[in-house]
């Protein structure tokens, strides 16, 4: 109902090239974090631009093709570089496409495409996360950026990073800015990288700003825009966390399902006992249900609608049936589950962030909420 020839094609090639390229590698790069290069690669097959119109490098697609990406980046087990990967192409590049001017598309948005730049999306703080209006990182008269941001993905290693600033606390929503800032600037430092409890190939830094001159240039979007442009960012951000997410349950399932069929106990697969059994179904029928809703909501946003609650509650129940279904699945597996040979401990601890990152399951509940009136 969603994919057609040329999408199937498009998550063939995507497949192939995981296979051959990025899945032998994944255990070293869970020790190391993978390669910078690797996103030139992306680059070079066209990944990091697929629904970019081709004037920009991009390849015209649809908002089908980077489902197709997340879903073939969940399914070959690339947490740490399927995120670094989503926030290049969908979180961080897609406010210079929508909202910059020609000249800025051109200095980040065409060299992120290629994978010859990669970029990050600096909005936490170390005392605002879900609370976006309460940070407070300012940008004076001149752009002197000044403050925090935490938990950045691709911080380290990116050339840029969209960074989202607050001009006046007075003005409220209307006081926010994004900025473009670029590594080297004086006064923007990776003050540290931070270990975590999965998506160890990914980079996390925190990014300190002090006394950082950004020309006016750099701006992206309306001044006093920001808020509103972030807050459009991130529906297609929760959009993909959604698409990932159920993807990665899939695949959990399925290698769950295959164990329990050859895994004996007591004289039989242990597939045949109620309590695995039944499991196994609530699993897959969760991720049946969701699943639909995903593409159904995508399809929305696909067309240019702009489905908040539908969105958010994607985003809310995709990831909270990942985490249950990668639970489920190391219960199935006993202490093998439980080892990093593995690979459902690693889904596990990777599906967790989806529920914290992107806008918690708290703060989907609220969104979805003051839909409803409530
Ligand atoms: C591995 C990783 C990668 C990340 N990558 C990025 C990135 O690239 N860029 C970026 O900007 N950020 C990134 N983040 C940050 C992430 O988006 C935040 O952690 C998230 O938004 C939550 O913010 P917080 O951690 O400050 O939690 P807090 O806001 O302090 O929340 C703590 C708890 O309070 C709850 N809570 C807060 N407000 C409410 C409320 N109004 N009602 C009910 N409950 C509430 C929350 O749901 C949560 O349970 C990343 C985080 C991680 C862990």
């Known amino acids: 109902m969603y994919f057609t020839d040329a999408h199937e094609e498009l998550r063939l090639h995507i497949r192939k090239f995981l296979e051959k390229e990025v899945q032998p590698n994944l255990e070293e790069w869970e020790e190391k974090t993978f390669p910078d290069s690797i996103f030139r690669r992306f680059g070079e097959l066209g990944f990091l631009g697929l629904r970019y119109p081709p004037e920009y490098g991009g390849q015209g697609g649809d908002y089908f093709s980077a489902v197709v ?36 598309k051109r200095r980040w948005l065409v060299p992120a495409i290629q994978g010859e730049q990669i ?24 752009f002197i950026v000044d403050g925090r941001k935490i938990f950045i993905t691709n911080g380290a290693r990116c050339q840029w990073a969209l960074v989202v600033t607050k001009t006046d606390r007075e003005r409220g929503h209307g006081g926010f800015n994004l900025l473009v800032i670029e590594k080297g600037t004086a006064g923007f430092e990776v003050t540290r990288t931070l270990q975590k409890l999965g998506m160890h190939s990914s980079d996390t830094a925190e990014l300190l700003f002090e006394e950082c001159h950004v020309p006016v240039g750099n701006l992206i979007g309306e001044e006093g825009e920001g808020f509103k442009h972030l807050m459009w960012e991130l529906q297609g951000e929760r959009m993909i966390a959604a698409a990932g997410a159920i993807a990665g349950a899939a695949r959990v399932f399925e290698y769950t399902m295959d164990y329990a069929k050859n895994r004996q106990a007591f004289g039989q697969p242990i597939s045949n006992f109620q309590v695995i059994k039944h499991k196994l179904v609530d699993m897959g029928t969760k991720i049946a249900a969701i699943q639909s809703f995903v593409y159904q909501t995508a399809k929305q946003w696909d067309q240019g609608e702009y489905p908040v609650r539908e969105i958010s509650q994607a985003k809310l129940l995709a990831t909270q049936v990942a985490c249950e279904v990668a639970d489920d699945a190391i219960q199935i597996l006993g202490g093998h589950g439980y080892m990093r040979e593995f690979p459902v401990e690693r889904a596990w601890r990777d599906a967790r962030l989806a529920r914290i990152g992107a806008g918690t399951d708290e703060i989907m509940k609220e969104i979805i909420a003051k839909s409803y009136g409530l």
């Open 119 to 142: 970029a990050a999306l600096a909005i936490t703080e170390p005392d605002a996360g879900s609370d976006v209006a309460g940070i407070t990182t300012t940008v004076g008269n001149e």
């Open 69 to 104: 990406l997340s879903e073939e980046m969940a399914r070959a087990g690339c947490g740490g570089l399927g995120m670094a990967v989503a926030v290049q192409a969908e979180m961080a590049t897609p406010p210079v496409f929508r909202f910059g001017t020609e000249d800025q």
